[in-house]
């Protein structure tokens, strides 16, 4: 007698339907966490402690902090929230970046946001890094047994240079109470009169409101 093969293929039929719902469902829930951490925020912003690890020029860095705040965005914006980052405690700290998303396209999928710095020659994006431009440190005549001495001092006391962002990508994941992402950013450095590039990758944890105070060098 032939084999009736019509049981296995309705039983083939059904586990194919099963894991069609299993992955649609899957789906929907990954939209529903990414609008609910990136677009249900209307009723309070969301500020999250950064630290920072990565390089600008030539020197590396670690540990260094930020705040990253996610928003509403104000009216007639054409993005859903509104992604800002600034150093802390100093919003002008070494090795510390801004970040306004207002001034960038943004995209995000399932809690990833990418937010790329579109180029404008009338209106420069409001993004830039600091850092300790390398003309800071430079010294006329003979290094002495206090070079080292020195260095110290001029990185204590020197105010960091304010680099324009020419072209730049911020990358950020959220999920519930972590972030965690990737950000770099070029610009001209007119005092050491080069091209710099800052690059670093971030992780974050949900926390309360911070405000930060700007660096003026010395005895700040």
């Known amino acids: 007698m032939p084999e009736d093969h019509s049981g296995h293929a309705s039983g083939f039929r059904r ?16 939209q529903c966490l990414g609008q609910t951490v990136l677009e249900d925020i209307d009723e309070r912003e969301k500020y999250y402690v950064l630290t920072l690890s990565g390089l600008v020029g030539k020197n590396s860095f670690q540990q260094t902090q930020a705040v990253l705040t996610l928003a509403s965005s104000p009216p007639g914006s054409i993005h859903a929230y509104v992604v800002t980052v600034t150093g802390w405690p100093k919003n002008n700290g070494e090795n510390t970046f801004v970040w306004n998303s207002e001034d960038s396209a943004v995209e995000s999928v399932l809690g990833r946001v990418t937010c790329r710095i579109v180029s404008s020659a009338a209106t420069p994006p409001n ?17 002495t047994q206090h070079e080292g001495e020195r260095i110290r ?21 959220v999920a519930g109470q972590q ?17 710099v590039r800052y690059q670093a990758s971030f992780q974050g ?15 700040d």
């Open 205 to 219: 944890t949900l926390s309360r409101e911070l405000k930060n105070t700007p660096r003026i060098g010395r005895n």
């Open 127 to 143: 993004m830039h890094f600091f850092y300790l431009s390398p003309v800071l440190f430079k010294r006329e005549g003979m290094v």
């Open 15 to 30: 586990l194919t339907a099963l894991a069609f719902t299993i992955l649609v469902l899957c789906l929907w829930a990954g």
């Open 179 to 195: 972030v965690d992402g990737r950000v770099w950013m070029t610009g001209y450095d007119f005092v050491e009169k080069a091209n």
């Open 153 to 173: 001092q001029v990185r204590k006391e020197a105010l960091p240079t304010m680099i324009q962002a020419r072209a730049g990508e911020l990358t950020l994941n």
